[in-house]
Nanobody
């Protein structure tokens, strides 16, 4: 079972930036499809961004042009660079190993955008 540990969340003003990190244990990170999800209070968890082992990416429409997902296979770490943050980006952000099965989840890191 892959273990995932997120870090980098915090409080930021609208328009600010944060970078989330997700460190993975295990030897299969380099072949894994990784994703970042978020869950705001009272809402369903949603996929924010994903990256394949080859580096192909996709994003939710709400974050395109503002967020960038990347990975460093030498460090078994996936990142989410978040720029021009908006109030509606406030949520708990979760790292996820989407494949290969079984999926794994991190514990989540809180991102709060507030003036």
């Amino acid at each position: 079972q892959v273990q995932l540990v997120e870090s980098g969340g915090g409080l930021v003003q609208p328009g600010g930036s944060l970078r989330l990190s997700c460190a993975a244990s295990g030897s299969i990170f380099s072949i894994s499809v990784m994703g970042w999800y978020r869950q705001a209070p009272g809402k369903q968890r949603e996929l924010v961004a994903a990256i394949t082992s080859a580096g192909s990416t996709n994003y939710a429409d709400s974050v395109k042009g503002r967020f960038t997902i990347s990975r460093d296979n030498t460090k078994s770490t996936v990142y989410l660079q978040m720029n021009n943050l908006k109030l509606e980006d406030t949520a708990v952000y979760y790292c996820n190993k989407m494949s290969p099965a079984p999926p794994s989840w991190g514990q989540g890191t809180q991102v709060t955008v507030s003036s």
